[in-house]
């Protein structure tokens, strides 16, 4: 019973290019949330999705962020034009339902922008 | 939900019990209290959560108090792998969405 995956682990971008950080919640869960940890910051909150639909954006960068939770295969964020403060850990999360039982975190996506 | 208030940080010896506080003063009777940890760089882990009765599982234990106003964190045998930020979070049952972390309490455990 695999837990949250989120791929790749480490990933560098130049400044410029887009990132693209997966998440693939645990089997039975529709429910999925990306948070940001900036270095030595706590964890915010960006989105939350369920299949094919956002609930709540309220902590996505109005600009260059975007994410998706498709019918079919891992939820996706993606940031384009990446600038050297989108350096950050981005987890995310996943729970069978809205609510707070269940959830589980994934790994996380290290990025860093050159 | 309701907001919470724990210390910034806290150390402990190796070996002894570690006891956590969090302050949840304008909880409401259908919240719950959810503890996680994030050791270093890791994805935070779930570790316990209780509505009104004391809980425990193989990680921790949870005493809340009878007003529900403040809790406690309490690992029994701290080590070092114990090291981490603590995040006492509270949340409605039928509440939907996000989980918000505050700052936490950094454990340190010290040999």
């Known amino acids: 019973n695999a837990g949250v995956m989120q791929n790749p682990r480490h990933l560098v971008r130049r400044r410029g290019q887009e990132a693209r950080l997966r998440c693939s919640p645990m089997?039975?869960?529709?429910?999925v949330y990306w948070y940001r940890q900036l270095p030595e910051e706590g964890l915010k909150f960006m989105v939350y999705?369920?299949?094919?639909?956002?609930?709540?954006e309220s902590g996505m960068p109005k600009e260059r962020f975007s994410a998706e939770f498709p019918k079919e295969g891992p939820s996706i964020l993606r940031i384009q034009q990446v600038v050297r403060g989108d350096s950050a850990a981005y987890f995310c999360?996943?729970?069978?339902?809205?609510?707070?039982?269940?959830?589980?975190f994934g790994s996380g996506t290290r990025l860093t922008v050159v | 939900d309701a907001k919470t208030t724990q210390p910034t940080s806290m150390d402990c010896a190796e070996g002894r019990a570690a006891n956590l506080p969090c302050n949840h003063s304008?909880?409401?009777?259908?919240?719950?209290v959810y503890w996680y940890r994030q050791i270093h760089s890791q994805g935070p882990q779930y570790i316990i959560h209780?509505?009104?009765n004391n809980e425990t599982n193989e990680m921790a234990s949870l005493i809340i108090t009878e007003d529900r106003k403040s809790s406690t964190l309490i690992l029994p045998h701290a080590t070092l792998r114990d090291t981490a930020v603590y995040y006492c979070?509270?949340?409605?049952?039928?509440?939907?969405?996000?989980?918000?972390f505050g700052q936490g309490t950094t454990l340190q455990v010290k040999p």
């Open positions: 209780g509505l009104k």
């Open positions: 089997k039975g869960h529709s429910h």
């Open positions: 304008t909880i409401s009777g259908n919240e719950y």
């Open positions: 979070i509270v949340r409605g049952s039928g509440n939907t969405g996000k989980l918000i």
């Open positions: 999360a996943s729970s069978p339902a809205g609510t707070a039982l269940g959830y589980t």
């Open positions: 999705l369920q299949k094919e639909n956002i609930i709540d």
